[in-house]
């Protein structure tokens, strides 16, 4: 009854008061299909109606059919599942749409793996040409270690190799030469505790002291393009929008040139690094922040401005995510820091954390920060309940970037100040089982406790921090949202293990996390993240029935056919007539 009177509403809108007919007919009716909606006033329907970028009606099929016309193309879905497009949010599209850029790069899951790889670019390359692999996790490997100096040294004796892991990497002694890192005596390169030598191994500190020759800028057209390539990727795998994880304003300038020139098929939210001195007096940061020219929520429904982003700690998968206890022996050994006390990095106190959350809150930003430690999670959360003692900070949408361990008491304060999680499913998958060997089921108890925040009321905002390489499913991080709801549903890891059943969650929490919840996450909520009368129409079509089908299938949905915005930008069954 209640889809009937919401389409007879309808039609008054269309028809007007006089009963006339409607001015136009549906660009495009979607038919004998089951259609999740998100919306729960009407939660599933059979058929919907498209005009121009938007959706018009939802309900039976002999209703949506009455909006019919010469021209309408109608899609018999055959009896598939629909669903709101989905939306990452936490992607990095410039790096990882320039990494395989005119070069492939291979996966490499083992020792032997990257060095054939470096003795195959050391024969590629002219002498004290870089060879650089712009996202490499060694944990991630089969042996689970680094390459030593040496060897690396024998690979390429004649070029400088740089592995980076984004909060530490590896480099061989050519890099240390022609970077002089090692006559700067920069703190980031870590020595042997006995020789007091380099040991290959640099903190994120050390990259800006490596020689910037290493680093391919392509042309603006190029990057352009790469970005267009990328995006048509992400609308194969279901994806309509996207959270840009950071970037600057020339990220957007490129974005939005893409749009201009109608080539853009992902609707973005670009996060914005803070662009002035973070750690300067709040008078300072007040006045830098007041002159620049954006602000979260600026732009339209193609390209908006996100959240104002500040990186506090290091990374899980090299051992410089900031801690509450010290990593250890194991961690010691794993990842190469010779001091079995240290807890990782923090890149600000408390009170710097405090004046910058001010001053952006002040003028209307949402605020993130990326946090990868337990230690650093308490240590960002304490900064919001300093703020929200002068100011509210509910309401305004902000987040926790990664966070990955979320004691209970981390998860009452977010609770209480709305604090959303933006959380990477693809982590738990690939690195679970690495972690716990590190620090113990104990410890990981905490890790990723998907259950334990919804039941809490904390959003959930799932996305893949895409970095790197452009498979969905062999990319460093993998962006294949289905693959990441399996995840969160059955909480598997790669090796097959399943660590902490009790923390899953269902099918449709899960799908939330990619939907609607994404939609609240950049204050779109009204425009996207689930199907309704007067949103756009964002939509994928799936192979198999995610809310049905068995379990271990899930991560195996492909999509059947992608639409932003009325368009067709992915189609892989149905004819377009």
């Known amino acids: 009854m209640r889809c009937d009177i919401r389409f007879m509403l309808l039609l008054v809108f269309l028809t007007g008061t006089g009963g006339r007919a409607p001015v136009d007919d549906a660009d495009i ?18 058929a919907m109606a498209i005009r121009n970028d938007k959706i018009i009606a939802l309900g039976s099929e002999k209703e949506i059919m009455a909006l019919s016309g010469d021209k309408t193309l109608k899609i018999d879905l055959d009896g598939k599942r629909v669903l709101p497009g989905l ?14 850029y005119g070069k492939k790069l291979p996966h490499i899951g083992s020792i032997g793996e990257l060095f054939a790889w470096i003795r195959e670019e050391a024969k590629s390359k002219n002498p004290g040409e870089w060879i650089v692999h712009p996202k490499f996790f060694f944990t991630r490997l089969k042996e689970k270690r680094w390459p030593s100096l040496q060897e690396l040294d024998e690979l390429a004796p004649d070029n400088p190799v740089f592995l980076n892991g984004s909060y530490a990497g590896m480099i061989n002694t050519k ?10 005596n920069e703190p980031a390169v870590v020595r042997d ?34 970005l267009k390539k990328l995006f048509a990727r992400y609308n194969a795998i279901g994806i309509t929008s996207i959270c840009a994880g950071n970037g600057g304003t020339a990220d957007l300038e490129l974005l939005n040139e893409l749009q201009k020139r109608g080539a853009l098929s992902v609707r973005v939210f670009q996060n914005i ?11 300072q940061v007040r006045e830098a922040l007041g002159g620049f020219p954006y602000k979260t929520g600026d732009g339209d429904e193609w390209v908006r401005v996100g959240a104002l982003k ?21 961690g010691m050994q794993l990842y190469g820091f010779p001091d079995p006390s240290y807890r990782g990095t923090l890149n600000f106190t408390r009170e710097q954390l405090v004046n910058v959350m001010t001053a952006a809150m002040e003028k209307g930003w949402k605020f993130t920060a990326h946090v990868t430690g337990e230690a650093g999670v308490d240590t960002l959360l304490a900064a919001y309940q300093d703020v929200n003692a002068v100011k509210p900070v509910r309401g305004g949408r902000h987040s926790v970037i990664h966070g990955n361990f979320f004691s209970a008491a981390a998860i009452a304060a977010m609770a209480g100040l709305d604090i959303y999680a933006d959380i990477q499913p693809a982590w738990f998958y690939k690195d679970a089982e690495m ?4 620090l113990g089921a104990k410890r990981m108890a905490d890790f990723h406790p998907y259950r334990d925040m919804i039941a809490a009321k904390v959003m959930l905002n799932g996305g893949s921090d895409h970095m790197v390489k452009l498979d969905p499913d062999e990319a460093i991080n993998p962006y294949n949202p289905f693959q990441a709801m399996w995840t969160m549903i059955t909480r598997e890891s790669q090796g097959g293990k399943r660590n902490g059943r009790a923390k899953a969650i269902s099918r449709a929490d899960a799908l939330k996390t990619y939907t609607i919840n994404n939609a609240y996450a950049s204050f779109e909520e009204n425009e996207k993240g689930s199907l309704a009368v007067g949103k756009l129409a964002d939509l994928v079509v799936i192979s198999e029935d995610i809310l049905t089908c068995p379990e271990d299938r899930i991560k195996s949905i492909r999509p059947l056919l992608t639409m932003v915005g009325g368009k067709i930008v992915y189609n892989d069954r149905f004819p377009e007539k």
């Open 29 to 46: 009716i979607l038919y004998r299909g089951r259609i999740t909606t998100m919306d729960p006033g009407m939660p599933v329907a059979e």
């Open 87 to 100: 939306i990452d949010n936490h992607v990095h599209p410039l790096s990882a749409a320039q990494s395989e």
């Open 175 to 184: 890099a240390l030469e022609v970077s002089e890192i090692v006559r700067l």
């Open 193 to 226: 505790r006995t020789t007091r030598q380099p040991t290959g191994l640099i903190r994120a500190g050390g990259f800006k002291q490596l020689n910037a020759g290493h680093v391919n800028h392509l042309s603006k057209e190029e990057q352009l393009d790469a």
């Open 273 to 283: 690094s803070f662009p002035f001195d973070p750690k300067a007096p709040l008078p």
């Open 310 to 330: 500040l990186v506090l700690d290091g990374g899980i998968l090299t051992g410089t995510a900031f801690m509450g206890r010290p990593w250890g022996e194991r």
């Open 435 to 438: 972690l716990t060997e590190v």
